[in-house]
């Protein structure tokens, strides 16, 4: 599975930006789905989740009712709507995919996208 993330840039602080995630090369609808961050300078963590079917979906604390994850498994798709944004979650943002949605948690994947950049200024 192939996974390329566009639509990162920069967004003034209380912005918002959606990034997107296409996959090619499987099965997308046999796959959960991940966001993840990695900020300067830190390790990379877990933003949201969603299950292959777009029932349950996770989100971090750092991010649950600012963020919204979604996918449209006939476009191959997965999109992360950013809202309220902060500089802090200045980061390069990865989409993955799993098999199961609880590894994702904990940045756990068996597929990874080469990420895009989100700056957010002050």
């Known amino acids: 599975v192939q996974l390329v993330e566009t639509g990162g840039g920069l967004v003034q602080a209380g912005g918002s930006l959606r990034v997107t995630c296409a996959a090619s090369?499987?099965?997308?609808?046999?796959?959960?789905m991940g966001w993840f961050r990695q900020p300067p300078g830190k390790e990379r963590e877990f933003v949201a989740s969603?299950?292959?079917?777009?029932?349950?979906?996770d989100y971090a604390d750092s991010v649950k009712g600012r963020f919204t994850i979604s996918r449209d498994n006939a476009k191959n798709t997965v999109y992360l709507q950013m809202n309220s944004l902060k500089p802090e979650d200045t980061a390069v943002y990865y989409c993955?995919?799993?098999?199961?949605?609880?590894?994702?948690?904990?940045?756990?994947?068996?597929?990874w996208g080469q990420g895009t950049q989100v700056t957010v200024s002050s």
């Open positions: 090369g499987g099965t997308f609808s046999n796959y959960a």
């Open positions: 993955a995919a799993g098999r199961t949605l609880g590894p994702l948690r904990t940045v756990r994947a068996d597929y």
């Open positions: 969603i299950s292959w079917r777009g029932s349950s979906t």
